[in-house]
């Protein structure tokens, strides 16, 4: 088992930054992967970023490249989402996962990849 708690989330003006953290705790050891996805009101849950156990590997979608960055402190075990100049669209629940199993670079970016999730956190951006 994993555990993951989320944090950091918070009511912001647009262009405003964030740092989000998760810190896991129980089998860590387990885990091969961890992301962020975020999931606003009326729509499916979306991959924001991923990074490998080892946090030599990461990747972030599109829609934040340039804006948000994912890093890993292994000392504390915890997950960070760095999001900056943040948009109105950027309002969500922001989910950490944990991912136990190895699995191809497209299947990365699904939900159904990951066994372990935090609870969310909420970041409301005002325009």
């Known amino acids: 088992q994993v555990q993951l708690v989320e944090s950091g989330g918070g009511l912001v003006q647009a262009g405003d930054s964030l740092r989000l953290s998760c810190a896991a705790s129980g089998r860590t050891s387990s885990t091969y992967g961890m992301a962020w996805f975020r999931q606003a009101p009326g729509k499916e849950r979306e991959f924001v970023a991923r990074?490998?156990?080892?946090?030599?590997?990461?990747y972030v979608a599109d829609f934040v490249k340039g804006r948000f960055t994912i890093s890993r402190d292994n000392a504390k075990n915890t997950l960070y989402l760095q999001m900056n100049s943040l948009k109105s669209e950027d309002t969500a629940v922001y989910y950490c996962?944990?991912?136990?199993?190895?699995?191809?670079?497209?299947?990365?970016?699904?939900?159904?990849?990951?066994?372990?999730w935090g609870q969310g956190t909420q970041v409301t951006v005002s325009s």
């Open positions: 990074l490998s156990w080892s946090g030599t590997s990461t």
């Open positions: 996962a944990a991912r136990t199993r190895a699995t191809t670079v497209q299947l990365m970016i699904r939900p159904a990849s990951y066994a372990y």
